[in-house]
């Protein structure tokens, strides 16, 4: 069992930065691909952004390649999403995922095991 919570959301003006934090408690951080997803009002959950176990590999969407960046810190059971150069399309609520089995290829929900509540994050244009 793996608990991840989730902090870092917020207000923002469109171009400002966020940083997003997901602490897990339980079993082994470091044996877990971890995830960030978002959803939307209205919208589907989407794949945000992966990394491998030992933070060697990322995989984005192609939506937030060059302003987010996932990363990990495995002494610290957490992992990051760095928001850069925010848009109004970004707004939604983030949850991170740990995926047990699979690899920073795992897109789909079905595909983690464990989720956070989720953090808002708006950004107003």
């Known amino acids: 069992q793996v608990q991840l919570v989730e902090s870092g959301g917020g207000l923002v003006q469109a171009g400002d930065s966020l940083r997003l934090s997901c602490v897990a408690s339980g079993r082994t951080f470091s044996a877990y691909v971890m995830s960030w997803f978002r959803q939307a009002p209205g919208k589907e959950r989407e794949f945000v952004a992966a990394?491998?176990?030992?933070?060697?590999?990322?995989n984005y969407v192609d939506s937030v390649k060059g302003r987010f960046t996932i990363s990990r810190d495995n002494a610290k059971n957490t992992v990051y999403l760095q928001m850069n150069s925010l848009k109004p399309e970004d707004t939604a609520v983030y949850y991170c995922a740990a995926d047990l089995y699979g690899s920073t290829r795992s897109r789909t929900r079905g595909s983690y095991e464990y989720w956070g509540q989720g953090t808002q994050v708006t950004v107003s244009s």
């Open positions: 990394i491998s176990r030992n933070g060697d590999y990322t």
